[in-house]
């Protein structure tokens, strides 16, 4: 009776032995699960706080005549630009807006003459009011600001 109360005690105690490991290994996955959605919430949490500032690069570049050709003679400018977005996903959002950018940015180029260009201080005036002109284009339509800034990173002019 003794042998068999012993054994009895044996497997009792081998049960919550089992038990408590499967408890434990029960545990450490759900704690492991947690953890894991808790950083993927951390990293939602950062890509929501802190856009990264991306470049939206508009290809091809622009050429365009210049009004008001002095004697006759015609003159032409061409630019390369680039739009700066203080949240790289709105770069998908100037995409969809290139024909209106385009548009807008071959306007006011066309609307320049020869003088006006082709000095540092002429350029960088252009550079600006292209800026506020599509940053005020994009706000209308978009009902927030989206462009940081307008770069020339190539400009010519004859």
């Known amino acids: 009776m003794k042998a068999a109360s012993s054994n009895a005690v044996k497997k009792w105690a081998a049960a919550l032995l089992t038990a408590g490991i499967m408890a434990l290994s029960f545990n450490a996955a759900a704690a492991e699960e947690a953890a894991a959605e ?3 919430g951390e990293a939602m949490d950062q ?3 802190d856009p990264e500032i991306g470049y939206y690069v508009m290809r091809p570049d622009f050429t365009t005549n210049l009004a008001g050709s002095a004697g006759g003679r015609l003159h032409y400018i061409r630019i390369s630009v680039s739009i700066m977005v203080g949240d790289d ?6 995409k969809e807006k290139d024909p209106l950018i385009r548009d807008s940015i071959v306007s ?3 609307a320049k003459d020869y003088a006006s260009v082709s000095t540092a201080e002429g350029r960088e005036l ?3 009011s292209c800026r506020k002109h599509l940053m ?3 706000n209308e339509r ?3 600001d ?7 990173t190539n400009y010519i002019y004859q």
């Open 89 to 94: 996903r709105d770069i998908e959002l100037l």
């Open 142 to 144: 978009e009902g927030r």
């Open 38 to 40: 808790e950083n993927a």
């Open 136 to 138: 005020e284009l994009i």
């Open 146 to 152: 989206v462009i940081e800034d307008v770069l020339f």
């Open 47 to 49: 890509m929501l706080k």
């Open 108 to 110: 006011l180029l066309g």
């Open 126 to 128: 252009l550079r600006q």
